[in-house]
Structure formats: C-alpha cells, structure tokens
C-alpha cells in the first residue's frame, strides 16, 4: 500500500489530538480534583455522585429539623419544669392550711400566695419559641391562656363529656351532689343546648336554671325569684350559669354514656383558657355599634394538633405539647374555687352549720386533687424528656451518616491526587514525545530525497 505525505500528516495530527486530550484531560481532574466534568465522562459515576448528593442534603435538613426540635422542645421542658414547681409551691400551701387553726392574717397570706402562683402559670403557659406559642397546638399565634381582659369577645362553645366526667361533689358533710363543671364561669345557654352524642337508653332531661349561695340550691322563676332545691330531681339537669357548673341525678348519672353541651361564653378574663385550644368553639368579636360579628375562619375544632418533624428517612416526631395536655381546665378551676373558698371563709357562718365543710377540710381535698395534676404533669414532663433524648441521639447519629455519606461521595467523585500526578507526568511525556517524532518524521520530503 502506498503511504503518501498527507496520510502521514493527517496520522500524525490525530495521534498528537488524542494525546492532547488525554493530557487535558488529565489536567483537568488535577484542577478539579473530580474524576468526571460532565456526565457523559461516566454515566455511573454521575449517577452515584446525584445519589451521594441528594443524600448529604436530606441529612442536612434532618439535621436543622432536629436542631430547631430539640431547641423547640427545650422551651417547652422548662416551662414544664417551671410548672411542676408552681404546683408544688400551690401544694405547699394547701398542707400549711390543712394543719388547721389558721389566723385570718394567714389565709389572706395564703390567698395573696395562690394568686401570684396562679398568674405565674399564664405567664408559662405562654411562653414562646421565636414568637410561636408552644403550647397551642397548630395556632402557634394564639396565646394558650388571656393574659389579659377579653370583654369584646364572645365564643359559642361545645363541651362533650361522659358520665364517668360527672363527679360527685360535697355540698357538706351530709351532702353530695353529682357535678360536671364547664370550663368557664358567668356563661349563657339555652335550654335546647343539650345533646347525647353516644347513649343506647338516655335520660330525658329537662334543663333548669339555678343558682347556688353559701351552698345553698336555688331555682329561679319566671321573675327570677329564688326556691331553695332541697335535692336534684331525676329527668332534670341543673344548670349554675354564675358558676359554669352542670347538676345531675346519679341515677341520670348511670344512664349517661356521651353528652354535649353548648353554651356562648360572652367576655373573658385574664388567666381564662382560650377556647379556641381545647373546644368545638366559634368565635364572635363586638363591632363598633355594639353588635357581634362572626371573625373570617371563626370555627375550631377540639383536635390533637401535633406539630410532627421529619427527622430521618420516613421517620417523624411530634415536637410540641398541647397546653391542654397538662395545664387543665379543671387544674386551673380547682386553684380558682380554692382561692374563692378562702377569700370567702367566714368562721362564723361555719359554727352556725354543723354540717358545714372547714376550710381546713378543704385545704385537705385540695391536697389530693394536686396530687392527680402533679401526676398529670410529671408525666407530660417525662414524655417531652424522653423525646428529646430521642432527638439527641437521632442528631448524633445523623452526623455519622452524614460523615459516611460524605466518605462515600468522595471516593465516588474525588481523583487520588497521587495517582493524577503521576499520569499527569506520563501523559506530558507522550505527549511531548508524539510532537518529536512527528518532527522527525515530517522533515523528509521529493525535493530532500532528489538532493
């Protein structure tokens, strides 16, 4: 075969091309330090480099997610701690006024106490992580309790309950009543408020107003006149609009499996729970004529809202503690008829009822309903530690992963800087030694070989 001058120049310049690319790429990966600049360099290494990748970035959002959590979750724990030791401070209390023989100096000392005690628990039950309120599920915006007057608002609100919720009560000490008490005080029902939900035989029950002194039961009539109840019919449910409280038959009571109540609450004070975090509620707010008005979204619904962080691979966690979990209704109810129960002791309209119920006696109840809320809230306060221990040792190991990850993706992507040095040199000298040869080979030519 006949090998001509210019299949000589166009093998030499494609071999001096090949070599020369071969070179750049190599310096390539010595700049770059990655074994591919593009994906058509290698297809399987682009692929597990976007899998490596994808992996360190969803590490890195658990992580935040975590960190944000814990420190979440580190608010909420000391305003829990902060309430065990207001409730023991109220617990103390109680055990001081049930030693007896208390001075009227020191049940004023000790109402004064309670008082401070019980505006200190608003002042927790507030608190909040970066402007959201902790403790008020999804309505991070919403305070858990009033801190201060509410009186143009109003809420339509429903209570559900059973009849294991109806508590018998002492009146005094021959005395016992069946009692469900609402969340509030000073409500306003009508009397076709009252629903069962759930019950195979209910008790048709007729709704009536009444009103309670001293512990003393009295109906109203049409003109508002009072008649002393001497005891609670059955078929009928009694209703303390002042108190917010629900008077029932215990044969009622056994008959009773599920049952609601509606009622307009209309104006709310400082330490009142808003509604919103615990009811079926809807909301009204007065308008400037004096009229209510419904408020834009104005209806909520009684639900677990648990704030829920992904903090791993199809593994999530809920951060937050609902304020009704632990901060009662009826916690804060107990604490507020306690208060009354002492501003309002008379000794002697105690000595005229020999059947009356001490302070002293009360003071003695009291211990054992704090007791029931320090448990409640000892083990809301266990389960938030247990969740961030969790949360800890999800973050330790999610630095591992991350550092494994990140080990990973390196051998996947990164050249051994070695090796690259070496074929780097190598290369330089084909490349080097191409260019001679093709100079050598390229200098013969017709007019050369005639001389």
Known sequence: MRITDTMLMNNMLLSSMRNRQA?????QQYHTLKKIQVPSDNPIVAARALRFRTNVSEIEQYKVNVKDGISWMSVSEQAMYNTREILDDIRERCVQGASGNLEIEDQKAI????????QQLTLEANVNYAGRYVFSGYKTDEKYIFDKDQPDLKYEITETFTGEDIKAVDVDLETQVYRYRLGYKGILSD??????TDSNNPPSLTVVNITVHDGTFYTLDENNNPHEVQYFTEGKVYISKETGELFFNNKDVEKIKEISFTYEKEGFESGDINPMHIYDCKKYTKTSDGNWNDVSDNEYQSVDENLDYSISIGNKMSINTLGKDF????????IDELIDDI???DPEVIDKKPHAISLTQRFNAMLGKMDQHLAIVSKEHSDIGSRMKRLELTENRLSEDKINFQELMSENEDVDLTEIVMLLNNQELVYQASLMASAKILQPSLVNFIQ
């Open 23 to 27: 070179l750049d790429k190599l310096q």
């Open 111 to 118: 109402a004064s106490e309670i008082k401070q005690l019980r």
């Open 191 to 196: 009397v076709d408020k009252l629903q069962y």
């Open 327 to 334: 901060l009662t209704p009826d916690l804060l109810r107990d």
């Open 343 to 345: 501003e309002n002791y």
